[in-house]
């Protein structure tokens, strides 16, 4: 494997170096591509997954067997320049018993792991100016908690972006970070099919975060989102987030998380509408347990399409594992969610409740419980327990979730 993938590294490189490096000896910069290439890390990773889903609005449930293969291989820098190619390789493990949006099995819950072998990151970067990093090409983009920018990782196809960036940090407490993103690489690709494999995009964000003291980080974000073959998700949005923590008795820490954004439609979206987020979180923790209190508000209205809408993020990781809220109802949605964490058995343990309401008219959206456990087994393995169970009230139905997922790097 990587015998195919070491020789585009070159080639790549010696690209770079021909149309950006500074000029300098033919051999030596032959010999400096030589070292890099030479000196490339190679990673292997293999994600095997079976998911289960009881879903009441169908006669038949979902049972999905999938491996994940991934291959990363990044040169050694040269003059300030280096290249990263990463390829993904998703497998169906016997039948398919599950819609993975592109097998027509449209009478079982979805489970968006379609087939394919996708290029998942193709990157160039350079980090030659002081304090600063310069990446262009297919790259993983997160900002923040991933709550509206993310690579979706979970899934087994991940969310990568076509763009170039530049990221600089301003002395010890101001960072700065700047994108420009033409396409998006969703995790129902790499084939054609409904909903798109990408979204045909011009989108641009900013982010910036400044370390206020040891009790608060401060950032702010705009993020103007227009896609050209998806025009309803097409969004402007500008936000401030507020992060800290202190240890209020031995061992023990006291965290925070405030947020509010405003959104506002952006490009060609039909929808005129106007709809803000919101965020309260407080989490007591030690080292071998914590808790977590939270409050989080995405607004909607009467009228259809209003709602925020978060058509980037890494929505598995918000408002439960069940994924019913991945679309904000037009009438919003108010989470109030407590999680506990600890370490039992050599596990990493999480329990967390979510009670879901409608943001505007007073409906119930229901209730859910997530749980998981996971178990690292030395350097390189892990196993994975997770559930989920979403009990309906006046959205969706019923729906239960079970995984079990082994990991193996290299």
Do not use: C
């Not at 006669?59 to 320049?81: H, I």
């Not at 396409?183 to 099919?193: H, K, T």
């Not at 087994?377 to 729906?399: F, M, P, R």
Request: aromatic share 10%; proline share 4%.
């Amino acid at each position: 494997m990587s015998t195919d993938a070491r020789p585009l590294a070159a080639a790549t490189l010696a690209a770079a170096a021909w149309l950006l490096a500074p000029a300098v000896h033919g051999a030596d910069l032959t010999e400096d591509m030589a070292a890099a290439v030479a000196g490339s890390t190679v990673n292997l990773g293999f994600r095997y997954r079976f998911e289960a889903v009881d879903d009441d609005a169908f006669a038949k449930e979902a049972w999905a067997s999938t491996l994940r293969s991934r291959l990363t291989v990044a040169t050694k820098p040269v003059s300030g320049f280096g290249v990263l190619l990463e390829v993904d390789d998703v497998r169906h493990v016997g039948a398919d018993n599950f819609n993975d949006t592109r097998n027509g099995v449209t009478d079982r819950p979805g489970v968006t792991d379609p087939e394919g072998t996708d290029l998942n990151q193709a990157l160039l970067r350079y980090t030659g100016w002081q304090d600063t990093e310069v990446i262009l090409g297919r790259q993983r983009i997160e900002r923040a908690n991933q709550r509206f920018v993310g690579g979706v990782g979970w899934r087994q196809n991940e969310q990568t972006f076509d763009a170039a960036g530049i990221s600089h940090r301003f002395g010890k407490r101001l960072t700065t970070s700047y994108s420009w993103v033409g396409q998006v690489n969703r995790i129902q690709g790499p084939d054609n099919g409904t909903p798109p494999p990408d979204l045909d995009s011009n989108t641009h964000l900013l982010d910036a975060s400044w370390s206020v003291g040891p009790l608060m980080t401060l950032s702010a974000y705009g993020y103007l989102m227009d896609f050209d073959n998806a025009d309803s998700l097409s969004n402007e949005t500008f936000g401030l987030r507020a992060t800290g923590a202190s240890e209020v008795s031995p061992g023990w820490k006291l965290g925070y998380a405030l947020e509010y954004a405003r959104q506002s439609d952006y490009g060609d979206n039909p929808v005129d509408y106007d709809a803000g987020y919101s965020l309260i979180e407080l989490g007591l923790s030690a080292a071998k347990m914590g808790f977590r209190l939270g409050w989080e508000v995405l607004e909607g209205d009467s009228s259809a399409g209003s709602a925020f809408r978060t058509p980037l993020a890494t929505l598995h990781a918000f408002q439960g594992w069940a994924d019913k809220f991945l679309t904000t109802p037009d009438a919003g949605v108010q989470d109030l969610y407590l999680a506990v964490t600890g370490k039992a058995l050599g596990a990493d343990l999480l329990l967390r409740a979510h009670d879901f309401s409608a943001q505007t008219g007073g409906g119930d959206w229901g209730t859910e419980l997530d749980f998981s456990a996971n178990w690292p087994l030395g350097k390189h393995y892990a196993v994975l327990l997770k559930g989920a169970t979403y009990d309906a009230d006046d959205l969706s139905t019923d729906t239960s979730k079970f995984w079990v997922q082994l990991t193996a790097t290299f």
